[in-house]
């Protein structure tokens, strides 16, 4: 849409630090995500509007969303993030126009919005409540 800043995205990234500063990443914490979407804008921040994850089925869902609500804390309250990016895996996966990788330094990381594919959903279709209710009698 006209007048709109123009959405970003890198899929399969990894968190990591930059600039030779080591900044230590806290264990149990989703590192890598297989999409990333963010607002490019040129006069404010950017802004990370959404993380896509896909997975096979449903059995490996409770653990990743522990994970990546431990990312998203991390995100939005963690004033380390000032050295780090997430980053593509392999170094020539490169985006359109260049880009490879979000420093989130100067990123708005409030209001993320987290989406899971799914190869195998249940069928009919069921909430998301009912389906972690499902994949944690095997897990526990």
Not at 65 to 75: K, V
Request: with cysteine.
């Amino acid at each position: 849409a006209e007048g709109l800043p123009p959405i970003q995205a890198l899929y399969n990234v990894h968190l990591s630090a930059v600039r030779k500063q080591k900044t230590a990443i806290p264990p149990g914490m989703k590192t890598e995500v297989d999409g990333l979407f963010w607002e490019a804008a040129a006069d404010r921040p950017s802004r990370i509007l959404a993380i896509a994850e896909a997975k096979h089925g449903c059995t490996t869902l409770y653990d990743d969303i522990q994970r990546m609500d431990a990312l998203l804390r991390y995100l939005q309250n963690d004033s380390e993030t000032a050295n780090l990016a997430f980053r593509p895996g392999r170094r020539e996966q490169k985006v359109e126009g260049g880009l490879d990788s979000l420093d989130l330094l100067e990123v708005d990381r409030d209001d993320i919005a987290v989406y899971y594919l799914i190869r195998n959903p249940p069928d009919p279709p069921v909430t998301l409540r009912k389906i972690i209710a499902q994949t944690v009698l095997p897990t526990e």
